[in-house]
């Protein structure tokens, strides 16, 4: 051994410790890593199994899930929003659940395919940990049972499912189905809230809450004591709302609650109707909505029917995305005509499309961000059938290691 070398798998107890710590505080994943090194650092390191599933330490909260398949059908990747790093993990559980949602803290709700069809799981994909919760059945009426058993799963997306702030109670949301449970690992069966939905909005989990928009204005569900789980105002609406010609998306803006308010209008002299947005910050504290012009920081939001996804600019290769735009996925009525808005000057980026109607390759950061699973559960056949096959990644757009 020279005499500049290290022997780092002697380290002490003390530093390696702290090393850990930091690494856990920043990223689970990179703690995994530290881990897998030598046995002296995880003899100082927390085992993730130990702990129960709903210790956030060790939520992958950094990492969405995207859409394409690596590999085996059971091997997928996850992009780091704030690096621009992605990782594969290979997720045998696939095989046998069905993916309904993937939830703020990083994990996914899975539904177990026949012969146990119902029973309710979150997975931690870095840690493999399982949290067992009740089944299905013990949630929905009687009368949807059959939607349940003659295989319609996509009613069964569960965007806006997430944990609760006091990290002991899992909250559940089928929009589409107007159903919200909450229930603690060992339960027996689902408590079922009462909840309006009748307009389109995306729900979402936000610092431990479960937020929507509805004709009243910014709820929020309330699980604390005294009483049981209800629905509070947590913000007045100023703008008038339609479930014909209007949709509102919550987004998770780096740690800030943000709304997007699209409406579908025709301006006059205009032949045709068109979608226009409007962006707000929620203001918690005066129970306002703010009217912004940009989401700070150089982020750019992904939006989505279903969900959204925040992401900073300046991570990804330059000129990839572009700061305070709006980038249309692929379950919105624009997605064929546009790519993009822009808040500054309220500018319109067309779409880009070849003679077979699908984006042309290579595919751009953009096109693979609006393909994110986390935000984008069902695309038409055709275009999934052609994603699929297609190669996934470029070397100027995300750097791809296994985990």
């Keep these: 051994m020279t005499s500049d070398s290290r022997d780092w798998a002697a380290l002490e107890d003390g530093p390696a410790g702290l090393i850990a710590d930091r690494l856990l505080a920043r990223d689970v994943a990179d703690y995994l890593r530290f881990r897998s090194m030598c046995r002296t650092w995880r003899r100082c390191s927390a085992?993730?199994?130990a702990h129960g599933g709903l210790d956030r330490r060790f939520h992958p909260r950094l990492w969405v899930l995207l859409q394409e398949r690596l590999g085996g059908t059971n091997s997928r990747?996850?992009?780091?929003?704030?690096?621009?790093?992605?990782?594969?993990?290979?997720?045998?559980?696939?095989?046998?659940?069905?993916?309904?949602?993937?939830?703020?803290?990083?994990?996914?709700v899975l539904l177990q395919q026949l012969p146990q069809l119902g029973n309710v799981r979150?997975?931690?994909?870095?840690?493999?940990?399982?949290?067992?919760?009740?089944?299905?059945t013990s949630l929905l009426p009687q009368e949807k049972h059959h939607v349940l058993f003659h295989g319609n799963i996509r009613y069964f997306k569960a965007w806006g499912s997430g944990i609760a702030y006091d990290d002991s109670l899992v909250v559940l949301c089928f929009y589409s189905l107007r159903l919200l449970g909450v229930a603690k690992p060992g339960d027996e069966c689902w408590t079922l809230v009462e909840f309006d939905n009748r307009l389109q909005t995306s729900?979402?989990?936000?610092?431990?809450?479960?937020?929507?928009?509805?004709?009243?204005?910014l709820m929020v569900l309330k699980t604390s004591p005294p009483g049981p789980p209800r629905i509070e105002e947590a913000a007045r609406r100023h703008m008038a709302v339609s479930?014909?010609?209007s949709t509102s998306h919550l987004v998770d803006n780096a740690g800030e609650l943000m709304m997007v308010h699209r409406v579908s209008s025709r301006e006059e002299g205009e032949t045709r109707w068109s979608w226009r947005y409007a962006m707000y910050r929620v203001d918690l504290g005066t129970r306002t909505l703010v009217r912004v012009n940009s989401f700070g920081g150089g982020r750019a939001l992904f939006l989505g029917m279903d969900c959204s996804l925040s992401v900073p600019v300046g991570v990804f290769p330059s000129g990839s995305i572009s700061s305070d735009t709006i980038y249309f996925k692929f379950d919105l009525e624009e997605w064929t005509e546009v790519e993009a808005y822009h808040l500054s000057d309220r500018s319109i980026e067309p779409a880009k499309f070849n003679l077979d109607?699908?984006?042309?390759?290579?595919?751009?950061?953009?096109?693979?961000?609006?393909?994110?699973?986390?935000?984008?559960?069902?695309?038409?056949?055709?275009?999934?059938r052609k994603y699929y096959m297609d190669p996934f990644f470029d070397a100027t757009s995300l750097r791809l290691c296994t985990i």
């Design 357 to 384: 109607g699908v984006v042309p390759q290579p595919h751009t950061l953009a096109d693979l961000l609006s393909l994110s699973e986390s935000h984008s559960f069902m695309i038409s056949r055709n275009l999934q």
């Design 243 to 245: 479930a014909s010609s």
């Design 77 to 108: 990747c996850f992009l780091n929003t704030t690096t621009g790093q992605c990782i594969q993990v290979d997720l045998p559980e696939l095989r046998d659940h069905y993916l309904l949602a993937h939830t703020p803290e990083g994990l996914l």
């Design 122 to 136: 979150l997975l931690n994909p870095l840690t493999r940990h399982i949290i067992e919760l009740p089944p299905l």
């Design 203 to 217: 729900p979402l989990m936000f610092a431990g809450r479960f937020y929507y928009f509805s004709t009243d204005g």
């Design 47 to 49: 085992d993730p199994r």
